[in-house]
């Protein structure tokens, strides 16, 4: 079986990635076109028979590391589709940002901690930039005739989870601590302030 993941950055890619990884008990690619996974973890001399061929594989890519026609064909190149996103366009942005700017996308972290470190016209900027093309990218996802899933419908409530389930034909509760809101990056205990 070759599985793909499409989404956007900061919507729960990575945890749908490691739940599908080992929910099917298959390999996993991680953003093959994506060159700071080569400086982060080594490099991993992918080929393209890797990336669009290579069977009993879980692929995933962000949106804008693959171009539209890319996208449009990904349905002769895999088995199942996973498209997902994250609806509070906000927060994705602000968690980009906070990457961004710190070099961390994967260990806890405080928003206010972060952003106050860097100039707020500057932030403000890039989090309005990033907001508008999520916001395009929402309306492309939705053009798009693959099954899909949202952050918030995963993370906090069963409803996604449980036509993932449904899609996969996966019948155990095993891996399901992915998807355990306790497990989120951003640690804010109340309502954070934001730069617009």
Same mark, same amino acid.
């Given at each position: 079986?070759?599985?793909?993941?499409?989404?956007?950055?900061?919507?729960?890619?990575?945890?749908?990635?490691?739940?599908?990884?080992?929910? &099917?008990?298959?390999?996993? &690619?991680?953003?093959?076109?994506?060159?700071?996974?080569?400086?982060?973890?080594?490099?991993?001399?992918?080929?393209?028979? #890797?990336?669009?061929?290579?069977?009993?594989?879980?692929?995933?890519?962000?949106?804008?590391?693959?171009?539209?026609?890319?996208?449009?064909?990904?349905?002769?190149?895999?088995?199942?589709?996973?498209?997902?996103?994250?609806?509070?366009?906000?927060?994705?942005?602000?968690?980009?940002?906070?990457?961004?700017?710190?070099?961390?996308?994967?260990?806890?972290?405080?928003?206010?901690?972060?952003?106050?470190?860097?100039?707020? #016209?500057?932030?403000?900027? &890039?989090?309005?930039? #990033?907001?508008?093309?999520?916001?395009?990218?929402?309306?492309?996802?939705?053009?798009?005739?693959?099954?899909?899933?949202?952050?918030?419908? &995963?993370?906090?409530?069963?409803?996604?989870?449980?036509?993932?389930?449904?899609?996969?034909?996966?019948?155990?509760?095993?891996?399901?601590?992915?998807?355990?809101?306790?497990?989120?990056?951003?640690?804010?205990?109340?309502?954070?302030?934001?730069?617009?």
């Amino acid at each position: 079986m070759r599985v793909c993941i499409l989404g956007s950055p900061r919507s729960g890619t990575t945890s749908l990635y490691k739940y599908l990884t080992s929910t &099917l008990e298959l390999e996993g &690619l991680n953003e093959p076109y994506n060159k700071r996974m080569d400086q982060r973890f080594g490099k991993r001399n992918l080929t393209e028979y #890797d990336i669009w061929e290579r069977d009993n594989l879980v692929v995933k890519h962000l949106s804008m590391q693959l171009d539209r026609n890319q996208i449009s064909t990904l349905k002769k190149h895999f088995d199942k589709i996973v498209l997902i996103y994250r609806e509070d366009v906000k927060s994705a942005s602000e968690s980009w940002l906070c990457g961004n700017y710190s070099g961390n996308w994967d260990k806890k972290y405080n928003y206010n901690d972060i952003i106050c470190r860097y100039d707020e #016209d500057e932030a403000k900027f &890039l989090l309005e930039t #990033d907001m508008k093309e999520r916001y395009k990218d929402i309306e492309f996802y939705k053009t798009l005739p693959f099954f899909t899933v949202t952050y918030e419908n &995963l993370f906090y409530s069963d409803k996604d989870k449980i036509r993932l389930k449904e899609y996969f034909n996966i019948t155990d509760n095993k891996f399901d601590f992915y998807f355990d809101i306790k497990n989120k990056l951003r640690q804010e205990k109340s309502l954070p302030k934001t730069i617009i």
